[in-house]
T-cell receptor
Framework: EAEVAQSPRYKITEKSQAVAFWCDPI?????LYWYRQILGQGPELLVQ????????DSQLPKDRFSAERLKGVDSTLKIQPAELGDSAMYLC?????????????FGAGSRLTVL | AQKITQTQPGMFVQEKEAVTLDCTYD???????LFWYKQPSSGEMIFLIY??????QNATEGRYSLNFQKARKSANLVISASQLGDSAMYFC???????????FGQGTRLTINP
């Protein structure tokens, strides 16, 4: 069964350091999402790509977060500098383009701890 | 703006009983989809069931069914014959046709007791 690959699974860093997460969506999925999930809460969308273009980054803290999907396939989410409040699970998901009925398939997530 | 509300932070149910997890939503878009996801302690989000706003019948997937009451804007998940492996966080989510992004509720932690 096709999966969304994410790495690393776990990352511990000190505040003010840089951190990066990588996501490889299911082959053929044009839409890619990055969500942040703080412990005990629901996931919140950070950025959504359609192919290589950003279609929604309204909740992305652009002073420290950046995301790219250069060739419209895999994607990287970067945080620089990391802050204590960035400790969370970062979830990547992908879906087929178009219909609102398309299911998002999630990766296993990258759990970030900022000390 | 689209909004999802899950009012039950936690639910405790005996094994083999049925359980209903509540979800209400708010949207002004007449075309939307409603989703339920399960998140075990390992962290991955597992898709369970989908209901479209124009679907005439309630969605069912094995032991999962969605009690869709459009006029009340509710989309409750029903799990029949609960199992120990059903213990997890459950999230209701909605996507408006126009917005494309999936918005999640706060989740309900379900614990199945033996």
């Amino acid at each position: 069964e096709a999966e969304v690959a994410q790495s690393p699974r776990y990352k511990i860093t000190e505040k003010s350091q840089a951190v990066a997460f990588w996501c490889d969506p299911i082959s053929g999925h044009a839409t890619l999402y990055w969500y942040r999930q703080i412990l005990g809460q629901g996931p919140e969308l950070l950025v959504q790509f359609q192919d290589e273009s950003v279609v929604d980054d309204s909740q992305l803290p652009k002073d420290r977060f950046s995301a790219e999907r250069l060739k419209g396939v895999d994607s990287t989410l970067k945080i620089q500098p990391a802050e204590l409040g960035d400790s969370a699970m970062y979830l990547c998901a992908s879906s087929l383009r178009g219909s609102g009925a398309n299911v998002l398939t999630f990766g296993a997530g990258s759990r970030l701890t900022v000390l | 703006a689209q909004k999802i509300t899950q009012t039950q932070p936690g639910m405790f149910v005996q094994e083999k009983e049925a359980v209903t997890l509540d979800c209400t939503y708010d949207t002004s878009d007449p075309s939307y989809g409603l989703f339920w996801y399960k998140q075990p302690s390992s962290g991955e989000m597992i898709f369970l069931i989908y209901q479209g706003s124009y679907d005439q019948q309630n969605a069912t997937e094995g032991r999962y069914s969605l009690n869709f009451q459009k006029a009340r804007k509710s989309a409750n998940l029903v799990i029949s014959a609960s199992q120990l492996g059903d213990s997890a966080m459950y999230f209701c989510a909605m996507r408006e046709q126009g917005a494309q992004k999936l918005v999640f509720g706060q989740g309900t932690r379900l614990t199945i007791n033996p």
